[in-house]
T-cell receptor
Framework: NAGVTQTPKFQVLKTGQSMTLQCAQDMNHEYMSWYRQDPGMGLRLIHYSVGAGITDQGEVPNGYNVSRSTTEDFPLRLLSAAPSQTSVYFC????????????FGPGTRLLVL | AQKITQTQPGMFVQEKEAVTLDCTYDTSDPSYGLFWYKQPSSGEMIFLIYQGSYDQQNATEGRYSLNFQKARKSANLVISASQLGDSAMYFCAMRGLSGNTPLVFGKGTRLSVIA
């Protein structure tokens, strides 16, 4: 199993550009989520999904869109990048319910100029 | 709503000594889970240890143990016999176990192990 994979690992954008951060998992996990990590702020939840076709907002959803068309993939879209979105983005997955921990991807480092 | 508080931005510990990283939480969920993660300088999130709210005994995983005090709403991580490789950010997190509540993180504690 590859676990949770994220692409790209690093990206530089100009203000106003759009891009999609890719996330995929091969563990058949129903639950997937996106976090951003900023210095001194820990990990903050952006969006999450409990299954294909179902998404919900987290703590900091503004400026980001998600969709979940398959169990495996959960892309995060930035429609018009802003410098405030400079961050490290983590995707995670787990089974729904129960006590299982979340499995994290390696992260995407995004710099918006 | 759930909240995790880690009051120690940074900690230093001498190699081979034990260290306690503090974590307090707040939740209205009757059943919940508490997690600790390690993030080394390479950036990946590494799961360390889990404690269920209904567990009677404190969780242990090798050199890691979780000092769970439910009445005080605290879930401190204890690392015994610190090693240089333990230098990292440590995050406490929790989620309710009913439904699909998200995992909520604290702001983290940076641990530095000194030789």
């Amino acid at each position: 199993n590859a676990g949770v994979t994220q692409t790209p690992k690093f990206q530089v954008l100009k203000t106003g550009q759009s891009m999609t951060l890719q996330c995929a998992q091969d563990m058949n996990h129903e639950y997937m989520s996106w976090y951003r990590q900023d210095p001194g702020m820990g990990l903050r939840l952006i969006h999450y999904s409990v299954g294909a076709g179902i998404t919900d907002q987290g703590e900091v959803p503004n400026g980001y869109n998600v969709s979940r068309s398959t169990t495996e993939d959960f892309p995060l879209r930035l429609l018009s990048a802003a410098p405030s979105q400079t961050s490290v983005y983590f995707c995670a997955s787990r089974t729904t319910g129960g006590e299982e921990t979340q499995y994290f991807g390696p992260g995407t480092r995004l710099l918006v100029l | 709503a759930q909240k995790i508080t880690q009051t120690q931005p940074g900690m230093f510990v001498q190699e081979k000594e034990a260290v306690t990283l503090d974590c307090t939480y707040d939740t209205s969920d009757p059943s919940y889970g508490l997690f600790w993660y390690k993030q080394p300088s390479s950036g990946e999130m590494i799961f360390l240890i889990y404690q269920g709210s209904y567990d009677q005994q404190n969780a242990t995983e090798g050199r890691y143990s979780l000092n769970f005090q439910k009445a005080r709403k605290s879930a401190n991580l204890v690392i015994s016999a610190s090693q240089l490789g333990d230098s990292a950010m440590y995050f406490c997190a929790m989620r309710g176990l009913s439904g699909n509540t998200p995992l909520v993180f604290g702001k983290g504690t940076r641990l530095s192990v000194i030789a």
